[in-house]
């Protein structure tokens, strides 16, 4: 069984009396410990493709199975469960807190997701969040006193630190450098290798060559699945 089942997804939106469909009949598989990009031009559906999958927003139509439970029609409350337990975010803007050290930043989601952690518990696991992104000699610095790149990792091991079997990344080098952005994906590459299964939303095809599957989306459908070539794959 796949991480991630959709089977014939729709999305509409109604603005008045106008219907504009943004997602019209996307059916996808995605196993798990997968690196697989979302590519397509803005406008293209595959940003409400994502919103749809981390549970930030709901299908007009057809079923999305996470670990085979069908979540489109899930409460509010499950929905929300599942986005904070299960999945982690990552996006081109670090959102970092700008007066709070890497490790402050790291361990803030568990406030909200792991109560009966003690102080002590969530200060280890935030710990051991930084050393997985190599910045555990960071872990007093503020934003202001971190590169870009170092900010992402931040971000980086903030999503993670909840242990999500999936873990989302919108855009995540649009503010980094070239040598910074392959450095992010390589290390994206590794957290795959770990059993993470990662999702990458981009526009650029060089960004989406560092995935090892590329999902072309255009006008809100799927008009290319295929495998990198460098893993073999034609």
Do not use: W
């Amino acid at each position: 069984m796949a991480l991630i089942e959709l089977r014939n997804i729709t999305k509409t939106y109604y603005l008045g009396e106008m219907d504009v469909p943004v997602l019209k009949g996307i059916t996808l598989d995605i196993e798990k410990g997968g690196y697989v990009a979302l590519m397509g031009a803005s406008g293209s559906g595959k940003s409400t493709l994502m919103n749809i999958l981390g549970c930030l927003d709901r299908q007009t139509g057809g079923d999305y199975f996470f670990e085979g439970e069908e979540l489109g029609r899930a409460s509010g409350d499950r929905r929300a469960l599942i986005r904070n337990q299960k999945i982690g975010f990552v996006f081109q803007s670090f959102n970092l807190l700008p007066r709070t050290s890497a490790l402050e930043n790291v361990i803030m989601p568990l406030a909200y997701t792991a109560g009966d952690l003690s102080r002590k518990e969530c200060k280890k696991r935030g710990i051991a969040a930084l050393e997985r992104v190599g910045l555990a000699d960071r872990m007093g610095h503020y934003p202001s006193q971190l590169s870009g790149g170092q900010q992402q990792r931040v971000a980086i091991a903030r999503a993670l630190i909840n242990h999500p079997p999936v873990l989302f990344a919108d855009e995540p080098t649009g503010n980094l450098d070239s040598h910074t952005s392959e450095e992010v994906m390589q290390m994206f590459d590794e957290l795959s290798a770990q059993g993470i299964t990662v999702i990458l939303v981009t526009h650029s095809m060089e960004i989406a060559g560092f995935a090892r599957r590329v999902v072309r989306i255009s006008d809100g459908e799927i008009k290319e699945d295929y495998y990198n070539r460098k893993e073999g794959n034609v």
